[in-house]
C-alpha cells in the first residue's frame, strides 16, 4: 500500500484549505500546523514526514495551484496564496455530493457543495479514502484552458 500517497493527500488538501480560508490574503503556510510536530533526525534534519509534506506544497506551487514568496527554511512557505487555479477548482459546486431530499436555504447548499468544503468534511472526519477521491477530483478537473480551433491551414497540414 503506498500509504506516501495518502499523506500527500492530505496534506495536499489541507494545505489548500488552509490557504482557501485565508484567501486573498497572503499567510505564512507553517508545515507544522499541517501535519503537528515533527522530531528531527538525529542530524538535526526534519523528518522524511515533514519533508513529504513541505514537498507536496513546492509541488502544488510548481503546477500552479498557489504561489508564495519564498521558503523559510524548511518549516513553511512564506507569503503564500491560492491561484486563480487553485481558487476556482476549491469553489467549484460539486452539488451531486449533496442528497437531494435535504431542505437547504440556495447560500447553503452552494456553500455546502464545494469541493473546499467536502475536503474540509473529508479531513475533520479522518475518511482517507474520501480525502484521496477528492483530492483527485481537484487534479483532474475540467477547468483547463479550452483548446484554440485549428485554422483551415493547419487542418490543410495535417491532412498532406
Request: with cysteine; hydrophobic share 40%.
Amino acid at each position: 500500500m503506498d500509504l506516501h500517497i495518502d499523506d500527500f493527500y492530505k496534506d495536499a488538501a489541507a494545505g489548500l484549505l488552509a490557504l482557501y480560508q485565508a484567501f486573498p490574503r497572503r499567510i505564512d503556510l507553517y508545515v507544522e500546523d499541517l501535519i503537528g510536530r515533527e522530531e528531527p533526525d538525529e542530524f538535526g534534519l526534519p523528518s522524511k514526514r515533514h519533508q513529504a509534506c513541505l514537498g507536496t506544497l513546492l509541488w502544488l506551487a510548481e503546477e500552479g495551484y498557489l504561489r508564495f514568496e519564498s521558503t523559510i527554511a524548511y518549516d513553511a512557505l512564506d507569503q503564500a496564496v491560492l491561484s486563480e487555479k487553485g481558487f476556482l477548482r476549491l469553489s467549484r459546486s460539486t452539488l451531486h455530493a449533496l442528497t437531494d431530499g435535504e431542505a437547504l436555504p440556495p447560500s447553503v447548499r452552494r456553500v455546502q457543495g464545494t469541493l473546499a468544503f467536502q475536503l474540509r468534511d473529508a479531513l475533520a472526519q479522518h475518511h482517507s479514502e474520501r480525502i484521496a477521491r477528492l483530492t483527485r477530483l481537484l487534479f483532474a478537473s475540467n477547468l483547463s484552458e479550452p483548446k484554440p480551433a485549428a485554422t483551415k491551414q493547419q487542418a490543410d497540414d495535417v491532412d498532406d
